[in-house]
């Protein structure tokens, strides 16, 4: 018996970025963190981050994108039981965006279903900040992140200039339903807004000498 | 008496402190035990009690019966009192106070004519004044004219006389007791089944939010008590994120509590409190999807709060400081509003901040080089220095070793971290190599 997927129903993300709503994502790699605050952006309202309470890693307010400190709670469980009890309880719950988690210990297939039967059922999108292939086969996609520096001469005078360079490297590793594949992103942290960087690479062909 | 002359009279003696908080609060509890004697009972000065017996007292088969039976009451319960029954107030005042007793009707100034000026509840300059003019005793006093009275030691002296003899009304004055939260029913067959409890729980809380209406309050913590056939107790308490009086939504948060419930040979008595409550006026309820956001929202947290404590359920609210780790502070979202963060200026601020880490092999200043977390890290771009002061009028134990020189530092690896540096912090010796540098946040 063949399912036939009907694929008018399911539009083209806009971006690459674009987290498929009413599932659970995984990002990992020393850059999520701010995978997560670029996806906060891009989720009007209620934002709940759930991390360990001995996590010594804590969000700072100043350093955190306008308007997001107003919509985040911050949930610090003692147990990891209890923290995939919070992120499931908050998945079910209608009036929040995106949920934010840090699970300490490896998502089995188990805990990950549960976790996207839950988003389904509160039309919630969740975000799982898991440490290196701690990640649950459930999820909907699996993002790598690396923050990237910029290779570019340094000079005094350059120094200064290019000072807010704020690189990422954002590969999306893992995908239910569309393509893989990685982009060097320049986003500054303040706005939703950023730059699609392209690939340094070798020219292929010398270029056209002057004439 | 000072207490150096009483322990040189009695060596043996023990002495307490005074504890008038809860004094009150017992002559509190002891008003409303001594309701059973009368409709209107009220707390007179910081230990007497004023009751209004008029009509009363043939229920207990006289006045004198009625007093017997309070002394008697009151002495089961290792409480020793004085008391007395008057016409007026002000005579029971003075005869409570000297004496105790029964003055019948019609025989007030009688009654009271033994008795000291001081017991009319004048100030002790007057009654001093009274006695130097050799009127010592309450039958002086009456018998005196009023007008040289009153012109000579003022006209308090003359109201508090006329109040004693009735010429003047002077009413007891019970204050309203305040609502009580509570509500309690109890079942004639024990029961153990958990939909039993919840049905149960239910109607009281239907009583409960009914009584919560009716005085405009809402209940941020409920308490339920069962009482089970063999007399244990077992409590199940729920907090809620904002006050509320919602008996359909409550009854929810109590689904996992009742759960954990064991009834051993079955409940069968049941009481529902509210032990704190708030002002809650009424307010249109479902209109608008921003109100009902909200109500979600808020059962959210009640939900989370009463799993993992509602202590870990934070918000983050800014704080007036430049010291990193307090330029914030992490409230419980249960009792704060959300606060809008300060704009941003001035130097960037990391993403996330955790306790600092000292750095090793670091070489240079800023560090060209050095060692974090087991990681090797070059320097490619260095922003800084942002000096930040310790706050001399908080003495934070992380802040001791002075100033701090804070670094952005952006490294070939990719972390953009922040560095700082202790100046006047003295260096540790060159092999170790570590020259206070420490990473303490980590950028976008």
């Known amino acids: 018996m063949t399912t036939l997927h009907n694929l008018a129903s399911r539009p083209a993300p806009a971006d690459p970025f674009t987290l498929t709503k009413t599932r659970v994502h995984e990002a990992e790699g020393p850059g999520r963190r701010s995978f997560a605050l670029f996806q906060t952006l891009r989720h009007p309202g209620a934002v709940l981050w759930v991390l360990p309470a001995h996590e010594p890693q804590r969000p700072m307010l100043r350093g955190l994108p306008v308007g997001l400190s107003e919509r985040l709670l911050l949930l610090t469980p003692r147990s990891e039981t209890d923290l995939l009890w919070c992120v499931e309880e908050a998945l079910r719950a209608a009036p929040v965006a995106l949920v934010i988690a840090e699970p300490q210990q490896l998502l089995s297939l188990t805990a990950g279903r549960r976790l996207q039967l839950a988003a389904e059922t509160g039309r919630t999108t969740g975000l799982m900040l898991i440490r290196e292939d701690h990640g649950s086969s459930a999820t909907e996609t699996r993002w790598r992140c690396d923050p990237v520096s910029a290779h570019v001469p340094v000079s005094r005078a350059a120094t200064h200039a290019a000072a807010d360079s704020t690189l990422h490297r954002w590969a999306l590793s893992k995908n239910k339903k569309g393509t893989i594949g990685h982009w060097v992103v320049n986003w500054h942290g303040a706005s939703a807004a950023f730059d699609l960087v392209p690939e340094t690479g070798e020219r292929r062909q010398p270029a056209e000498p002057a004439r | 008496m000072p207490l150096a002359d009483a322990r040189a009279i009695c060596p043996d003696l023990s002495t307490r402190p005074t504890d008038l908080a809860r004094e009150v609060a017992a002559l509190a509890s002891l008003r409303r035990w001594a309701s059973r004697y009368a409709p209107m009972v009220a707390s007179d000065g910081a230990d007497g009690l004023m009751a209004d017996i008029t ?66 509840r004048i100030d002790h300059a007057t009654a001093e004044a009274l006695a130097r003019v050799g009127l010592s005793q309450m039958r002086d006093l009456i018998a005196q004219p009023r007008a040289p009275l009153a012109r000579r030691f003022g006209q308090a002296l003359v109201l508090r006389l006329d109040q004693l003899l009735g010429h003047q009304p002077e009413p007891v004055a019970a204050g309203a007791e305040p609502p009580h939260f509570g509500v309690r029913m109890t079942l ?32 941020r913590r409920l308490r339920l008590e069962l009482r089970r056939v063999d007399h244990g107790t077992v409590q199940v308490e729920i907090g809620l994120a904002r006050a509320m009086r919602d008996p359909v939504r409550m009854a929810a948060l109590f689904a996992k509590g009742v759960d954990e419930v064991d009834a051993g040979f079955g409940i069968d008595a049941m009481r529902l409190s509210a032990p704190i409550t708030e002002p809650l006026p009424p307010e249109q ?20 709060g009463n799993r993992i404590g509602f202590d870990r359920v934070l918000r983050m609210q800014p704080a007036d400081s430049k010291i990193p780790e307090r330029s914030f502070q992490l409230v419980a979202a249960a009792w704060s509003e959300p606060v809008a963060a300060p704009p941003r200026h001035g130097p960037a601020r990391p993403l996330t901040l955790f306790p600092p880490e000292p750095v090793s092999h670091a070489s240079g200043h800023p560090p060209a080089q050095f060692r974090w977390r087991r990681m090797r890290f070059t320097t490619l771009r260095a922003h800084g220095p942002e000096r930040i002061a310790p706050e001399w009028w908080f003495d934070d134990p992380a802040w001791r070793s002075g100033m701090r020189d804070y670094w952005r530092i952006e490294t070939r690896e990719g972390p953009r971290l922040w560095l700082f540096h202790t100046p006047q912090a003295p260096d540790w010796p060159v092999p170790a190599g570590a020259q206070n540098w420490c990473v303490q946040g980590e950028f976008i």
């Open chain 2, 188 to 219: 004639p067959e024990p029961i153990g089944l958990q939909s039993d409890v919840m049905a149960g729980l239910s109607r009281l809380l239907d009583r409960l939010c009914a009584t919560l209406a009716l005085h405009h309050h809402g209940a």
């Open chain 2, 285 to 304: 309820i479902g209109s608008g999807p921003v109100l009902r956001h909200e109500d979600a929202l808020a059962d959210l947290i009640s939900r989370l």
């Open chain 2, 55 to 120: 009509g009363v007292a043939h229920l207990f088969g006289g006045e004198a019966e009625l007093r017997s039976d309070l002394h008697a009451r009151l002495e089961r319960a290792g409480l020793s009192v004085s008391s007395a029954i008057a016409g007026t107030r002000g005579a029971a005042y003075a005869l409570a106070r000297h004496g105790g007793g029964i003055i019948a009707d019609g025989d007030l100034a009688q009654g009271v004519g033994r008795l000291p000026v001081s017991a009319l």
